[in-house]
């Protein structure tokens, strides 16, 4: 088994309160009813939706949203290449506007990958905005090898999801 790290830095014009109550407290209703063609969907399927909790994502035909590599099932632009996801989540702090969870299951790349780990952190930045910063931490199965680029493809399009939310709360300055 081998582990392909990314990092990734994002900034937006949101502070990182209401963007951590949008995107991690309210996002499985939230999401869907920003972009219901991407996400049918999410459910807390044990637990209460805080550690250990496990969420199922149910995608849309029209979803682009992902963040897996593009390593199978070669269908791009016909729709989502995964049917469903689920998240086990790791971590949920308030005071820290931290966020961690894993990809536990997925039905495109059960072959190819054990799970994905994600930590997400909204810090201030100096003009009351936030700085969204993100590890993604990818274990293979066997020798399969992640390449770079096919992280960076899918990352491209989990930005679309998050300029959505973005929009929405720029859009709907008192929703949160």
């Known amino acids: ?9 994002i ?5 990182p309160a209401k963007l951590f109550q949008a995107f991690v407290l309210d996002g ?15 459910e807390i399927i044990e637990g209460d939706g805080g550690p250990g909790s496990i969420k ?3 995608f849309g035909d029209g979803s682009q949203f992902f963040e897996f590599p593009r390593i199978t099932r070669p269908n791009y632009g016909l729709g989502s290449q ?7 989540v790791e971590a949920i702090d308030k005071d820290s506007f931290t966020y961690c969870y894993s990809v536990i299951e997925f039905d495109a790349l059960m072959n190819s990958l054990e799970k994905i780990s994600y930590e997400t952190k909204l ?54």
Not at 82 to 88: E, G
């Open 82 to 88: 995964f049917n469903y996801v689920k998240h086990k």
């Open 56 to 58: 199922k994502i149910t």
């Open 123 to 176: 810090e201030p930045s100096p003009d009351g905005a936030s700085i969204c910063k993100s590890i993604s931490k990818y274990y293979t199965i066997g020798d399969f090898e992640i390449k770079e680029e096919e992280i960076k493809a899918g990352k491209e399009k989990a930005l679309g999801l998050f300029k959505a939310i973005e929009a929405y709360l720029l859009a709907n300055p008192d929703a949160y």
């Open 28 to 42: 499985d209703k939230l999401i869907p009813k920003i972009v219901p063609k991407a996400f049918k969907s999410v």
């Open 11 to 15: 900034v937006t014009a949101i502070p």
């Open 1 to 9: 088994m081998g582990v392909f790290t990314y990092e990734a830095e």
